[in-house]
């Protein structure tokens, strides 16, 4: 059998993988709302009311991830593991387990 020359690519666990693709379209997005926030500031109505449905969004957003944070941090307090598992396979002796509902007798 022959070895491959060379070491096959595994994903990093630490550092997620950006393409050029992903970073030349962040920065198309970014240069698409940098342009109408600069015509929001000149006065534009229709980049204000572009720019203030982003900011709520965003606003939102936010306020969703800080009230995520305070409930994880909250029900951290008072977290106690259990062991819900139950003790034992229903297959260990060789068996099935009980029927819930018996096979039917006559299929046809």
């Known amino acids: ?11 990093s666990r630490m550092l997620p993988r ?7 379209a962040l920065t198309t997005l970014g240069a ?4 109408v926030a600069k015509a929001a ?5 229709f980049a204000v009311a572009l720019m203030v ?13 800080l009230i995520f944070a305070i409930t994880l941090a ?3 307090l008072w977290y106690q593991p259990v062991d819900d598992t139950h003790q034992g396979s229903p ?15 006559g299929r046809s």
Do not use: H, N
């Not at 950006?18 to 030349?24: E, H, T, Y």
């Not at 698409?32 to 342009?35: P, Y």
């Not at 297959?91 to 007798?105: G, Y």
């Open 74 to 76: 909250v029900s951290s």
């Open 32 to 35: 698409i709302l940098a342009a």
């Open 18 to 24: 950006i393409s050029f693709r992903w970073m030349f």
């Open 41 to 45: 500031g000149s006065g534009a109505s």
């Open 53 to 65: 449905t982003i900011g709520f969004i965003g606003t939102c957003f936010a306020l969703f991830v």
């Open 1 to 11: 059998m022959k070895t491959p020359s060379y070491q096959p690519i595994e994903r």
């Open 91 to 105: 297959f260990a002796a060789d068996q099935l387990p009980p029927q819930i509902l018996p096979p039917r007798e």
